[in-house]
């Protein structure tokens, strides 16, 4: 684990909520398991697996180290969450290392503001490694209507509306990530534009289609959660869809986050299913989640509908 301390001594952790050691992404030989982020005023650090006294000591006098070296006279926070690396799903252990650590508090990212909680669940409320995505879609969003799939707490939501989107539809399964979206609206003063539905997509194909078409998709969803999305089997059916959602000349932004699932199957699962889709690009991910192998890193491909001759 000397690479996780080698980049806590060297960390520089500044305004913006981000990712600052990556073990997963297989560059740091004896640290694969480890992954440190920063949540300010919080270090959230991660093991899949279990620690030893030992590591945890280190760390803990590391993360004090840097604290006093980058911000002296602040008090240190920090988290330690372990997941079970492999097998069955389970709940993580989260425990409160030192200091007072709000729950849940607000982060920002490019300016836009978040609520996040780091003390419980696997999921903190927003997904450091999709924020070359949110850029995206600012940037393309001006004057758009916008379907935003399985949105979660809607932070593509707040990125398109701050982008100039006319209108977002959020949609999500799970209301309590949906009302937290609507609080991350409200945070960053976004009032109207926007509209909230707790539904399964693959029981609203009516609703969501007579409400469009959209100029923008965002698909964003679980690799695997069973009872909402698993993303070998419900993949193809989301994709044979997709184009009739789309106006002409209308852009998709198509995110696949399972490490053992390569590029590729998102390609050949859009030429059987939608072969009238042009893929545009593969977005990059943020320099802090570099990974030995593209393949298991998050791939994020744009897709577009051709404009009629």
Request: proline letters at 8%; charged letters at 20%.
């Amino acid at each position: 684990m000397q690479a996780l301390l080698d980049a806590i001594a060297g960390a520089t952790p500044g305004t913006d909520a981000c990712r600052l050691f990556h073990g997963r992404g297989g560059l740091h030989p004896g640290s694969e398991d480890w992954a440190l982020d920063w949540y300010p005023p919080v270090w959230v650090l991660t093991k899949f697996g279990e620690a030893t006294d030992d590591e945890t000591r280190a760390v803990g006098e590391a993360l004090a180290a840097r604290q006093a070296q980058v911000a002296p006279g602040q008090p240190l926070n920090w988290v330690f969450q372990r997941r079970q690396p492999d097998g069955p799903v389970s709940r993580p252990v989260t425990d409160v290392m030192a200091g007072g650590v709000p729950d849940p508090h607000v982060v920002t990212e490019d300016g836009a503001r978040y609520r996040v909680q780091v003390q419980r669940g696997q999921n903190h409320g927003l997904f450091l490694d999709m924020a070359e995505g949110r850029r995206w879609v600012r940037a393309h969003a001006q004057g758009a209507k916008v379907l935003n799939l399985f949105a979660y707490t809607c932070a593509f939501s707040v990125a398109a509306l701050q982008g100039g989107a006319k209108e977002v539809i959020n949609l999500d399964m799970a209301q309590g990530a949906l009302t937290t979206g609507q609080q991350n609206h409200q945070l960053n003063g976004i009032h109207g534009r926007a509209k909230f539905l707790a539904h399964d997509l693959f029981s609203s194909w009516g609703k969501v289609t007579r409400m469009g078409p959209y100029d923008l998709v965002v698909a964003d969803p679980p690799s695997y959660q069973k009872g909402s999305f698993v993303a070998t089997k419900d993949w193809p059916r989301l994709l044979r869809r997709l184009p009739d959602l789309l106006k002409p000349g209308g852009r998709a932004l198509l995110c696949l986050n399972a490490p053992e699932i390569p590029e590729q199957f998102l390609r050949d699962q859009l030429a059987a299913e939608a072969p009238a889709l042009v893929i545009e690009q593969r977005l990059p991910n943020p320099a802090a989640f570099a990974d030995v192998s593209p393949d298991r890193a998050l791939k994020v491909l744009v897709v577009r509908l051709p404009a009629l001759a």
